[in-house]
T-cell receptor, first 115, second 114 residues
Framework: ETGVTQSPTHLIKTRGQQVTLRCSSQ?????VSWYQQALGQGPQFIFQ???????GRGNFPPRFSGLQFPNYSSELNVNALELDDSALYLC??????????????FGSGTRLTVV | TQLLEQSPQFLSIQEGENLTVYCNSS?????LQWYRQEPGEGPVLLVT?????EVKKLKRLTFQFGDARKDSSLHITAAQPGDTGLYLC??????????????FGQGTILTVHP
């Protein structure tokens, strides 16, 4: 097992810019989901991808978009960055058929700061 | 929209004390999972409970899933400074557009003083 890896670990962007965050899922997993976490709070679900298609979305505007690739890696894109987008962005992967029993594997996150 | 209410938000206790963290919802979940998160890291799975009424023990930690699969609790016996961290409960969506989606509680920041 290689776990879930995210890049970059830290990023500083200017308001209005666009950003792409990357995630490499754990080997054998078929589902990847993205979460936004404010300091000291629980993560908020952004969206989930299964077999390269979005199959669930949280309460986030369309400027948050994503992709899942055939090798189950994923990207999170955010356009027109706002100051409130500053947060820790977490990627999680799972084998969705057994996620109830085996849970989700999270990456260490990307800390995004918008100035 | 599925919501999980987690309480308390903060806990500051002395080493050796017991504590309980609660997670409550009006929604039914496929399973309820507990994670622990250290600063600068992602959440790490502690346990998952699937069956209503299920109780699982992990050393000094006891996890319980409510009979109706809407609520859960985490009880720590004789807390130690190494237990300090952010504890998160998360419900797994049972079906439809919620299938496989994790809904997190607000988190409990636990500090155990020596």
């Amino acid at each position: 097992e290689t776990g879930v890896t995210q890049s970059p670990t830290h990023l500083i962007k200017t308001r209005g810019q666009q950003v792409t965050l990357r995630c490499s899922s754990q080997s054998g997993h078929n589902t990847v989901s993205w979460y936004q976490q404010a300091l000291g709070q629980g993560p908020q679900f952004i969206f989930q991808y299964y077999r390269e298609e979005e199959n669930g979305r949280g309460n986030f505007p369309p400027r948050f978009s994503g992709l899942q690739f055939p090798n189950y890696s994923s990207e999170l894109n955010v356009n027109a960055l706002e100051l409130d987008d500053s947060a820790l962005y977490l990627c999680a992967s799972s084998l969705i058929e057994v996620a109830d029993n085996y849970g989700y594997t999270f990456g260490s996150g990307t800390r995004l700061t918008v100035v | 929209t599925q919501l999980l209410e987690q309480s308390p938000q903060f806990l500051s206790i002395q080493e050796g004390e017991n504590l309980t963290v609660y997670c409550n919802s009006s929604s039914v979940f496929s399973s309820l999972q507990w994670y622990r998160q250290e600063p600068g890291e992602g959440p790490v799975l502690l346990v998952t409970v699937v069956t209503g009424g299920e109780v699982k023990k992990l050393k000094r930690l006891t996890f319980q899933f409510g009979d109706a699969r809407k609520d859960s609790s985490l009880h720590i016996t004789a807390a130690q400074p190494g237990d300090t961290g952010l504890y998160l409960c998360a419900g797994v969506g049972a079906g439809g557009t919620s299938y496989g989606k994790l809904t997190f509680g607000q988190g409990t920041i636990l500090t155990v003083h020596p």
